[in-house]
Structure formats: structure tokens, C-alpha cells
């Protein structure tokens, strides 16, 4: 007993130091240094890539907003196929629901042993709501119910992509497992003697006593268990021995972390390698494989054209030997614990069958081409979240520059724009006051950072998962109560004396009455929050209802502080990096958001209404191609005439979707292509918004619109009064003069044949109202 209280002491304190640097690790926070510290340039994460063994990985992208990616070796989402890696369920079973089962099993049980310091941590760290009953479905793996994107480094070949996986999980293919050296040669004599730094290790362990024992007899078993721990290593040396002698068959065994002596009372047989050295060059040297079902032995067993043998561990290696089977190249995993040497003899001849050869032979042609880790880079940028990561004032800059977004600016409708670190700075600059006026800086700078992705872990997504949530959290609130009655008299007894525990009398009927209060308000809410959340589920899109979607209602503790309160030293040093931008860039960049804002507006006529994200169904996006060809949507965003015809076009041909993203893509090579409006667009001046707002005021109120005095001589003929008409003119700037030649015709509608030259002012005036 007191070695599991021991044991659960250390797992508790390397979790908690877990959590203590895996904040660090992602924003370049740490508080001091130590010896595993890099000196590297201030940075934030953009995005989480983790192994799904990796402890809070998820709750450092929810805190931060930023997408995550996983990549595995192993199955780690619920499948028939196999067992949770790390569940200790024998690999005998295969399409059996016990082992879709076991991954549940498994993240309960993590859960109900750190589920108390992962919601501190949550809390008080992070800075997030923690996850209680009905936001933690028991029935659901948490990766699985978020979708998680997971690149599975596995060959099709081998094992094809289950079918209770989703489009967010793809096999990539096979690890890559090449030397860089000549693969020609798989042992090199200018390799590292281990003689020269063992003393007690015998000359047999050198890798030129391994040339030439490979040269001695046919090709060899590998035996490679590797860094495996194996607990009885006299047993399994022993059973080693045996099977060389029964069979016959050399065995060439590799062990790094378990020493064991099989060399010797082999009588030459078997041969001990202890060295590191590279296992793909000892594959082409052998005929078949023994392994403890790693991941990279299978892989180089695969393009070396061998079958192999899996001992089953207890934890870990249930996966490769189902695998490995169902492919033919491999029997049934035998235990490592409790193998026979009858076992393993009988074995080794189905692994060196000619059939399972064959298999394997023709198997490795066919994963020559595949690469895993080009497949699983390919599958991170197919799933990043493009049309909610840029800035949408850098894509419409000429050129347009692909810059992350940090920050949201939103206005008073509601309307939201995601901008990178520059723009804020501009904003808060003092030298760029002119540019800005009071309300921008008011509301820009206090802008709320960027959440690329919303993952929402603590939200409960039904009526009975609210429902569950809400009794359980009055059930704790119950026994806080029922603490607190002891607790609260005895402390302020202890600290005050007998005036204390009067005081602690009197005060716990108010204590008690808060949290019944509390307990009603808890079930109300997450009732309440999980029917809003299913309502939405069924109104919007998935991506729009996921981010529809909210953590609490009623519930004032359910809130957090917002993350834009701590300190992320990765943004503030860009921040800082933009403190000193130059007038002529700050005006560039203001003019850029002012049309961002007129494509907003008109983007958000025709959005959804859950996020106001995205434009989808192809009704709304033809809705929205026919109005990019209004005038006064050609005059908000500068187009000319051809060029929102092209916008246009662009717009239909997306079909049934379109991000704001995209469309201010297409705007910016619309405006690129075939020019600005015809009528140049006023830019922010040197002197503000607000000197233009009283300039234009000025003007409207001396200057009558849509007016022009002209004054016509009759010609030499003696003709009489006439009324004179003239086709349209184009607007030209303000004040300018320009002469033009009009045909005169007479009240009766007779034509003459004189012509009058006569030279005009065109006013053009700059307000909403008037288009001329």
C-alpha cells in the first residue's frame, strides 16, 4: 500500500510539472531558465502538433486558439480493429467491440486519476472553464469528439484506414527508415568499436567480429527487442538459446537497455549486439524479424522484404501483430512474458515458410514509394484552418502580403476583422495620431486576440449532458456545503477566538443560503447551455455552429478571464517590433482596413448567421456575385466596371462556399487585374478623418450639386433661341474645366446645322448620397 501511495505521489508530481512547462514550452514564458532553456527569439505557437500520448496538449491549443495535429504509429481513436495501446488488452481479438471499448475505458480511468489537477490547471493557469460531467462524455473519446486531425504513419498496405474514422484521419504511409550511408553496404569497419570503450565486453561484440560472423553461415533471425525493458532476462537468453539449437537457425540478437548472454552458450549460434547502430542495414542482412511490435522494426521488416514475428508486451505492441497478420506477413504474437521455446520454434517456421515470404517480398514493392512523413506534412497543411488564420487587411495590400492574424476588431454591429500585430501597433501608436481618430483608438485597443480555432472542451452539447453536468455540480455543491458548516466556524474560531466562532455562526446561514442559490443556478445553466448548444447543432453548419456555440448562460463562475489579459511574450515582441512603422506604411495599411471594412459589410449581407464566417449554400453565394455589381458596392470596394464583373464571376464559380478569406482574395486580384473604380478613392491624409469629415461638410454646403450655368452664342446663321443637349460626360475631378462640343436644335424640334463651342465646370462633390 505504501508503495502505490508512493507511486501515485511521483505520478501526481511529474503531471503537475508537466503542466508547469507545457504552458512555457508553447508561449516562451518561462519564468527562468535552466539548462534545457534555448536562447531563441520570442515566439508564440501558431499551432500544436503532439503526439496523442503527450499529457494537455489539447488544453494549451484551447487557451492559445490555435489548431492542433497529432501523429501516430498506433490507433488511438476508437476502432474494431485493435485495442487501446495502453489498455493491456491481449492483441488476440480483432473486430470485436471490446476493443472500441477500451478506449473509453482507458481516458476514464486517466481521468478519474488526474481529472482534480487538470481542471486546477485549467482554472488557474490556463485561465479556462473546467470540464465537468456531460462536457466529459464517458461513451466518447475526447479526441474523436472534437475531431481532432490525426496523421497515422502507418502503411495502407498494411493496415487500410478503419471505417469508424472520419475525414479528419488519414494513413500517410510507411516511415522512411534509410541510412545515410551506401545502403550497399550495411556494416562499414570505419563504424564505432565498442571494444575501444567497454572493457568488459568481449571482442564479440566489436561489429567487425559481426562481419564476420554474418560471413560465417547463411543469413540470419533478428532478434531485435532494442530498448524494449524485459523483466526475466535470464529466462528469455535461455529460451533463445534453445530455439537456436532446435532449429538450428542463427539468431542475431540486438538489445540495448536488457543485457543478455545467448553468444556464448550458444556455441556460436546467436550472437550478442548491444550496440546502437542503425536497424534497417540489419534488416537486409537477415531473414526474418523478431520484434516487440516497434513501430520502426516493422517499418524496416517492410521494405527489407522480411516477415517478422511480434512478441506481445504488455503495453504497446497489440496493434503491429494484428496487423502484421491480417497481411500475411507474420503469424499470431506470441507473449513475451510467457513464451516456451516450443512456441517460438513453431513460430519460426510459419515466419520462414516460403508463402510468408513471398508475401513479404511482394508487400515491400509495394510501400518502396510510400512516405510517411511527407504524407503527414501534407495532411498538417490540409488541415490548418486557412480561412480563419490570415489577416484580411495584408490580403488586400498590392501586393497582398499572408500574414497570421493576433488580433479582432470588431465594430459596433457586430461586424469582425482578424488583423496581425502591426495594425494594433499603428493603432496605439503616438506618432500615428493623425491618422486615427478617438473612437478608432478607443475600440482598436483594447482588441481581443485571435482565436484561430475554438475548441470549447467544457461546453455540454445536449439537453441530458447539461442535465448530468448540472447534477453533478449540485451534488458538489451540496457536500461544500455540508463542508463549510464545519470549516468556516473552526477557522474563524481558531484565528479570533470565541468572537470568532459568534461571528462564523452568524455568517454561515448567508454561506449556506449563496450556495443553495449556487446549486439552483448551476442546474438551470447547464440545462439551459446544453439545449442552446444542441439547437445550434441542428440550426447551423457544423462550422458555424461550433463556434455559435457557448460555455455557459446564467453562470457568473463558469467565466474566465480573457487571454488577452496574460502575457504572451511571442506577441508582445511583435508589438514592440512595430512600435516605430512609418507614416507612409500606417496609411497604406489604414487605407487597406477601411476597404476591408466595406468588403465586410457587404460580405455579412449574405453570411451565415452563426459565425458570419462563411458564405455557404449556392443560393447565397449567387446572392452575393449579384451584388458585387452593384454601383454602390463597386464604389465601396474600388472596382471598376470589368473588374467587378471578373469579382463576380470569381465569386459564382466557388459554388457553394466562400470564406471571407477568399473572398478578399479575389477582390485583391479583381482590383489587381483591371484597376481601381474610375473615380480615385480618398485615402486617409495626414491630418485625419475628422479635418476630412469638416472639409466635406464645407464643401457640401457652398457648392449646389447636379447644377451646371452655361452660356451659348447663337452662330453666324441668326439662328433663334435654342435649347442645347449634351451627351453624358464622365465625372472628373474637382474644379476642373474641360470643353466640349454640343449640338443645338431648335423648341420645334428642328435641327441646325451649327455647332457651339462652349467650355463647362464639373463640381464633383464627395458624399453617400450623390453617386454623380
Same mark, same amino acid.
Given at each position: ?65 490555435? /489548431? ?18 495502453? $489498455?493491456? =488488452? ?52 475526447? &479526441? ?5 486531425? %490525426? ?5 495502407? =498496405? ?48 566489436? !561489429? ?42 542463427? &539468431? ?131 488541415? %490548418? ?62 482588441? /481581443?486576440?485571435?482565436?484561430?480555432? *475554438? ?55 448567508? +454561506? ?14 447547464? $440545462? ?39 502575457? !504572451? ?13 512609418? /507614416? ?36 447565397? +453565394? ?98 433663334? /433661341? ?24 431648335? !423648341? ?10 462652349? *467650355? ?13
Amino acid at each position: 500500500a505504501w508503495g502505490r501511495e508512493r507511486r501515485a505521489m511521483h505520478a501526481g508530481r511529474a503531471i503537475r510539472h508537466l503542466q508547469k512547462t507545457l504552458w512555457h514550452a508553447a508561449t516562451d514564458s518561462a519564468p527562468e531558465p535552466d539548462a534545457f532553456t534555448v536562447a531563441v527569439q520570442p515566439f508564440t505557437a501558431d499551432a500544436v502538433v503532439a503526439h496523442p500520448m503527450c499529457f494537455g496538449f489539447i488544453h494549451i491549443a484551447e487557451a492559445l486558439g490555435v /489548431p492542433v495535429h497529432c501523429v501516430s504509429e498506433q490507433p488511438w481513436l476508437p476502432t474494431k480493429l485493435s485495442p487501446h495501446p495502453l $489498455c493491456g =488488452q491481449p492483441s488476440t481479438s480483432r473486430d470485436s467491440d471490446a476493443n472500441i471499448r477500451s478506449y473509453a475505458q482507458f481516458e476514464n480511468s486517466l481521468w478519474v486519476n488526474s481529472g482534480v489537477l487538470l481542471n486546477r490547471w485549467r482554472r488557474d493557469a490556463l485561465r479556462l472553464p473546467p470540464i465537468r460531467l456531460g462536457a466529459f462524455s464517458g461513451s466518447q473519446v475526447m &479526441l474523436s469528439r472534437h475531431s481532432v486531425p %490525426m496523421s497515422c504513419v502507418w502503411s495502407g =498496405q498494411l493496415c487500410p484506414k478503419p471505417p469508424e474514422w472520419g475525414d479528419h484521419v488519414r494513413v500517410t504511409g510507411l516511415r522512411p527508415v534509410g541510412c545515410d550511408r551506401d545502403e550497399n553496404s550495411p556494416l562499414h569497419a570505419d563504424a564505432h568499436d565498442a571494444e575501444g570503450d567497454q572493457e568488459d565486453a568481449p571482442p564479440a561484440y566489436s !561489429l567487425s567480429s559481426l562481419g564476420r560472423w554474418l560471413a560465417g553461415g547463411t543469413r540470419p533471425v533478428l532478434v531485435a527487442l532494442g530498448a524494449c525493458p524485459i523483466p526475466n532476462a535470464p529466462r528469455i537468453s535461455r529460451v533463445l538459446v534453445e530455439t537456436a539449437r532446435a532449429t538450428g537457425q542463427r &539468431l542475431l540478437v540486438h538489445s540495448t537497455t536488457t543485457r543478455l548472454e545467448t553468444g556464448l552458450p550458444s556455441g556460436g549460434l546467436c550472437f550478442d549486439l548491444r550496440e546502437v547502430t542503425c536497424l534497417a542495414r540489419l534488416c537486409r542482412v537477415s531473414s526474418a524479424v523478431v520484434h516487440c511490435g516497434s513501430a520502426h522494426a516493422t517499418a524496416c521488416a517492410l521494405r527489407s522484404g522480411i516477415p517478422m514475428l511480434i512478441l506481445d508486451r504488455a503495453l504497446g505492441s497489440a496493434f503491429e501483430g494484428i496487423a502484421a497478420f491480417a497481411a500475411g506477413v507474420g503469424p499470431q504474437p506470441i507473449s513475451l512474458l510467457r513464451m516456451t521455446t516450443n512456441e517460438v520454434c513453431r513460430k519460426l517456421n510459419d515466419v520462414l515458410s516460403s508463402d510468408m515470404v513471398a508475401r513479404a517480398q511482394i508487400l515491400q514493392g509495394r510501400v518502396d514509394h510510400e512516405d510517411g512523413v511527407e504524407g503527414a506534412a501534407a495532411h498538417f497543411e490540409d488541415c %490548418m484552418p486557412r480561412q480563419n488564420l490570415l489577416c484580411d487587411v495584408g490580403l488586400l495590400l498590392d501586393p497582398p502580403e499572408a500574414r497570421v492574424a493576433r488580433f479582432t476588431f470588431s465594430s459596433l454591429f457586430g461586424q469582425e476583422l482578424k488583423v496581425h500585430s502591426e495594425l494594433l501597433a499603428i493603432v496605439r501608436a503616438p506618432h500615428l495620431r493623425g491618422l486615427t481618430n478617438i473612437w478608432e483608438r478607443w475600440r482598436y485597443s483594447w482588441a /481581443p486576440r485571435h482565436a484561430v480555432k *475554438t475548441w470549447g472542451l467544457a461546453r455540454v452539447s445536449g439537453l441530458l449532458a447539461g442535465l448530468a453536468a448540472g447534477t453533478l455540480g449540485c451534488l458538489t455543491e451540496i457536500v461544500a456545503l455540508s463542508t463549510n458548516a464545519v470549516l468556516v466556524p473552526d477557522r474563524l474560531a481558531r484565528e479570533h477566538g470565541i468572537l470568532g466562532a459568534i461571528v462564523g455562526l452568524i455568517v454561515l446561514p448567508f +454561506v449556506a443560503l449563496r450556495h443553495l442559490l449556487r446549486c439552483g443556478l448551476i442546474l438551470i445553466d447547464r $440545462c439551459a447551455t446544453g439545449a442552446y448548444n444542441a439547437a445550434c447543432e441542428l440550426k447551423y453548419s457544423p462550422e458555424d455552429a461550433h463556434r455559435a456555440q457557448c460555455a455557459y448562460i446564467l453562470d457568473p463562475w463558469m467565466s474566465t478571464r480573457h487571454l488577452s489579459r496574460q502575457t !504572451l511574450v511571442g506577441v508582445d515582441a511583435e508589438l514592440n517590433a512595430f512600435a516605430h512603422v512609418t /507614416p507612409d506604411r500606417a496609411r497604406v495599411l489604414l487605407d487597406a482596413l477601411d476597404l476591408a471594412w466595406n468588403a465586410r459589410r457587404l460580405f455579412d449581407t449574405c453570411a451565415s448567421r452563426g459565425s458570419q464566417v462563411h458564405v455557404v449554400g449556392e443560393k447565397q +453565394v449567387r446572392r452575393l456575385a449579384l451584388h458585387v455589381q452593384d454601383e454602390g458596392s463597386r464604389l465601396r470596394l474600388d472596382l471598376s466596371e470589368r473588374a467587378s464583373a471578373a469579382l463576380s464571376s470569381d465569386v459564382a464559380a466557388v459554388h457553394d462556399y466562400c470564406s471571407f478569406t477568399m473572398f478578399c482574395t479575389l477582390l485583391q486580384r479583381a482590383r489587381a487585374a483591371h484597376g481601381p473604380h474610375e473615380r480615385p478613392r480618398q485615402g486617409r491624409g495626414d491630418r485625419g478623418r475628422w479635418h476630412r469629415f469638416v472639409r466635406d461638410r464645407a464643401l457640401r454646403a457652398t457648392v449646389e450639386p447636379a447644377r451646371t450655368a452655361t452660356t451659348a452664342a447663337p452662330s453666324s446663321g441668326g439662328v433663334g /433661341p435654342h435649347a442645347l443637349h449634351s451627351s453624358p460626360v464622365s465625372p472628373t475631378a474637382t474644379g476642373t474645366s474641360s470643353r466640349h462640343s454640343i449640338h443645338t436644335q431648335s !423648341l420645334d424640334g428642328s435641327a441646325t446645322p451649327g455647332q457651339v463651342e462652349l *467650355t463647362t465646370t464639373t463640381v464633383l462633390v464627395r458624399s453617400p448620397s450623390c453617386r454623380a
